[in-house]
């Protein structure tokens, strides 16, 4: 679901009431830049212009997703069970194959990022009646996978800096983030109240850069000089 999508919601009532909503979603993004074997790039040839800078990206970018999932049961025995799990991959790879030659009369930027922002699992259960159960479960598991990998006898070089980097993107000063939340709500009003609630959000995070044999990179100062 997107952020105007409320999931999965439910409610039963009755002398012995059972019921569930449950929301799963997963996501997959994988965005590839690839430089063939034996490509010649070059930026920057223009002595009019200082600013020909080279730049090679892979990033991922998302921003805003909430998946909830509520429940209400009222009844002599009520119970409900309200359940969010989402799961989110994001892979960014850049391959530059053998032999190829990239030059810049300014800075070279070779990198991989991922912004996964504001990813959200909601889940709540609410019961009522003289037993009654709630329980809520949100689980939300981010993982990037992120490679920059620079084939045999590839020439790198830059009048500038030069960045090669798997995760952080320098010349844009863009980081890697994952930012997910998980929230679980059981409320349960009862002689006999039996509440359950449990929220989890776990990261992952994997970088990898390659460098071939034969390969060489040779960069200059940081600009401005």
Known sequence: SDSNNQGATGGAGGIAVGNAAGVATTLTANNTTTIGTGVTLAAGLNP??????????????????????????????AASDANVNLQGNFNSTINIEDGS??????RLDIATYAQIQ????QASASSDGAGAVGISDATNDLASNQAVNIGNNVALTSVGEADIVAGKDILNAADTELNPSAIAQSYVRAIIPIPHASAT????SNATLILGSGSSVVGGAPWPW
Not at 118 to 121: G, H, L, N, Y
Not at 201 to 204: G, M, R, W, Y
């Open 48 to 77: 009019l212009y200082a600013t020909g800078n080279l730049v090679v990206l892979a990033d991922t970018r998302v921003n805003g997703l909430d998946d909830q999932a509520s429940l209400s049961g009222y009844g002599l025995v």
């Open 101 to 106: 030659t990239l030059s810049s009369n300014n």
């Open 118 to 121: 504001k990813i959200s699992a």
């Open 201 to 204: 959000a776990n990261t992952t």
